[in-house]
Nanobody, 115 residues
């Protein structure tokens, strides 16, 4: 099983991006999925999480701008990011908590917000 992220890139301030993460070749039940980010020189921080029952939790800095969703049938989680600012620039990592095998992290995808 591995987590494969996509959708990062360069966007202007005020723009939008959508990140996706797929649990490839997975046979285990996935509990909570989420996104975390790490900016250069800073610690990794919570962006958003979503449980298998679709309960969500957001970091304070993204509330009202980002929306997390998941497709349990496809083992995917997505992050819609709107009203992006330069402070959102970071490497975004997907995380999944799976039964039996525990926590997995994706390799990360770069999001750069700049004019």
């Amino acid at each position: 099983v591995q987590l494969v992220e996509s959708g990062g890139g360069l966007v202007q301030p005020g723009g939008s991006l959508r990140l996706s993460c797929a649990a490839v070749e997975n046979i285990f039940r996935i509990n909570t999925m989420g996104w975390y980010r790490q900016a250069l020189g800073k610690e990794r921080e919570l962006v958003a999480t979503i449980t298998s029952g679709d309960s969500t939790n957001y970091g304070d800095s993204v509330k009202g701008r980002f929306t997390i969703s998941r497709d349990n049938a496809k083992n995917t989680v997505s992050l819609q990011m709107n009203s992006l600012t330069p402070e959102d620039t970071a490497v975004y990592h997907c995380k999944a908590e799976l039964s039996i095998i525990g926590t997995l992290w994706g390799q990360g995808t770069q999001v750069t917000v700049s004019s």
